[in-house]
């Protein structure tokens, strides 16, 4: 079993529709949480950073960390055919081993006009 | 201020064949990464250096080597190349500040084997 686990889509929705994107994981050890979004054969570029659990907004994004379930969701509100990409969550414990993110195996979106 | 760069973009080699992805960065950052990205696994860590002169194996390290040759390079060598090493190959340099943590990941090199 997988440390990181993400629905791999994709997921396609009308322009303007709220999108849920989500992952769960395992190891509880985990405190920091990030969402990366990767345009078709582009590197993966940091969306969301959050530590511990709770909400943070940013804009059309919110990312929401749920610590008691190892949860966590990014929503896309008012969804751009620009959101068009492949996204990725990325978490990591306190210290040690050099930082070392465990990505989710990506969700890919298409927002449609 | 051009971040990561990675070069070649693209290369095909046969089995057996030796090549060194070359990264760098521009940024001034300490820790930089390679990762390899394949369908279906996500990204997963080859080897990286938490600074210069230092440098760590990750998940999926057998089959290549690295330098870290300064603080804006890091060298990621494919000795004996295999088919299993075809892949997108990402490095990345990573910035820690006050509420953030991110890592600046490079273009990508898209490895095809023969």
């Known amino acids: 079993q997988k440390e990181v686990e993400q629905d791999p889509g994709p997921l396609s929705v009308p322009e303007g529709a709220i999108v849920s994107l989500n992952c769960t994981y395992s190891?509880?050890?985990?405190?920091?949480f990030m969402w990366y979004r990767q345009y078709s054969r582009k590197g993966p570029e940091l969306l969301m950073y959050?530590?511990?659990?709770g909400n943070k907004e940013d804009g059309r994004f919110t990312a929401q960390v749920d610590k008691s379930s190892k949860y966590i969701s990014l929503f896309i509100r008012d969804s751009q055919p620009s959101d068009s990409a492949t996204y990725l969550c990325?978490?990591?414990?306190?210290?040690?081993?050099?930082?070392?993110?465990?990505f989710g195996t990506g969700t890919q979106l298409k927002v449609e006009l | 201020n051009a971040g990561v760069t990675q070069t070649p973009k693209f290369q095909v080699l046969k089995t057996g064949q030796s090549m060194t992805l070359q990264c760098a960065q521009d940024?001034?950052?300490?820790?930089m990464y390679w990762y390899r990205q394949d369908p279906g696994m996500g990204l997963r860590l080859i080897y990286y250096?938490?600074?210069?002169?230092?440098?760590d194996k990750g998940e999926v390290p057998n089959g290549y080597n690295v330098s870290r040759l300064n603080k804006r390079e890091f060298s990621l060598r494919l000795e004996s190349a295999a088919p299993s090493q075809t892949s997108v190959y990402f490095c990345?340099?990573?910035?820690?500040?006050?509420?953030?943590?991110?890592?600046?990941f490079g273009p990508g090199t898209r490895l095809t084997v023969l």
């Open positions: 990325a978490m990591r414990g306190l210290t040690g081993g050099g930082n070392k993110l465990t």
């Open positions: 190891n509880s050890a985990f405190q920091y």
């Open positions: 959050t530590y511990s659990s």
């Open positions: 940024m001034n950052h300490n820790s």
């Open positions: 250096s938490a600074s210069e002169g230092t440098t």
């Open positions: 990345a340099a990573r910035e820690r500040g006050s509420g953030t943590d991110t890592q600046y």
